[in-house]
């Protein structure tokens, strides 16, 4: 229960918050509609603008399936600013995105902060 609070705050601080926050950010995922982006030169754009994002270590982009995944580069910023204005500059709508970070979100008043867990 206590991971699931701290996911929903997560998601509601990068909606409602769309600022610079460093986190351990590993994979992101993109989705939108398949239709809107049937040319060639359309995916060459989404890789051309996923590559400029300076925390993108690896990008992998399939047109059949309107997506895109892309290996975040250890302790790189995360913008969802730059994010949606990447986005924003192919001509393509998010239907969906998906973080997968590695550790916990911690709130201590109105900062939200990111704790790795060591092993």
């Known amino acids: 229960m206590k991971n699931k609070i701290q996911q929903i705050l997560f998601l509601y601080f990068f909606v409602f918050f769309p600022a610079f926050v460093s986190a351990e ?3 992101l995922t993109i989705k939108w509609v398949p ?14 603008q996923f590559r400029r994002l300076s925390g993108t270590a690896e990008l992998i982009a399939s ?15 995360f913008s969802y600013t730059s994010l949606t204005a990447a986005m924003s500059a192919t001509g393509l709508r998010p239907q969906e995105i998906r973080l997968r ?6 709130r201590r ?11």
């Open 35 to 48: 239709q809107q982006c049937v040319l060639p030169s359309c995916l060459e754009n989404v890789i051309n």
């Open 63 to 77: 047109q059949n399936e309107g997506q895109a995944t892309v290996r975040w580069k250890p302790y790189a910023p």
């Open 101 to 106: 970070v590695r550790g916990t979100i911690v």
């Open 109 to 119: 008043s109105n900062a939200f902060f990111s704790k790795i867990h060591w092993r």
């Open 25 to 27: 950010i590993e994979l």
